[in-house]
């Protein structure tokens, strides 16, 4: 059976650890991919069994069709990189794959960040999900009764392993 690949991306300085906790709790049996930002690839290549890339090497193997990768997340998703991709522009890494995996119709999650959202990124938020990306921001539901930062955090990337058809146990069901 064909190991699923999945790019991890994080954009932007505010949820990164969102981010990065979502990549740590991907089963061993995804081949992960990162496309990190400078502060955390010490830690990373130092601790996770990843391979990780420079948003700076549009030539990175996963920046191709033909490398297949599964599904994409880019958690979080600056309003900046939301509208790069929404516009086909694709200047680093992270949009490069993005745009990768809208051409080749893989699964592509966007996890906006910013709150309240503006009526442009609303209308790029639209069109993005007009052609099948998935918006999924970070956001909670009471019926799971968080009670800590953690569990909050679990919820969503539960969510967000929900999308990607990977198992999970990282939040109370709805009964």
């Not at 007009?130 to 009670?147: C, H, W």
Request: hydrophobic residues 45%; aromatic residues 6%.
């Amino acid at each position: 059976m064909k190991k699923r690949k999945i790019i991890i991306a994080v954009s932007g300085a505010s949820g990164v650890n969102i981010g990065l906790k979502t990549l740590t709790l991907l089963p061993s049996y995804i081949e992960k991919h990162f496309i990190s930002t400078q502060h955390s690839e010490i830690v990373l290549d130092k601790e996770m069994d990843i391979t990780i890339h420079k948003n700076t090497d549009i030539s990175a193997s996963i920046a191709s069709g033909s490398f297949n990768s599964d599904a994409m997340l880019i958690a979080p998703c600056s309003m900046n990189t939301l509208a790069k991709i929404a516009c086909g522009i694709s200047d680093n890494l992270v949009t490069r794959c993005a745009s990768v995996m809208i051409k080749e119709q893989k699964k592509l999650i966007l996890a906006p960040r910013e709150m309240p959202f503006s009526a442009i990124a609303l209308e790029n938020m639209q069109k993005l999900a007009r052609i099948g990306v998935v918006i999924a921001p970070p956001v909670m539901a009471y019926y799971s009764e968080q009670q800590t930062l953690d569990e909050m955090e679990n919820f969503i990337i539960g969510k967000w392993f929900d999308l990607l058809n990977i198992e999970n146990n990282l939040y109370k069901r709805w009964e």
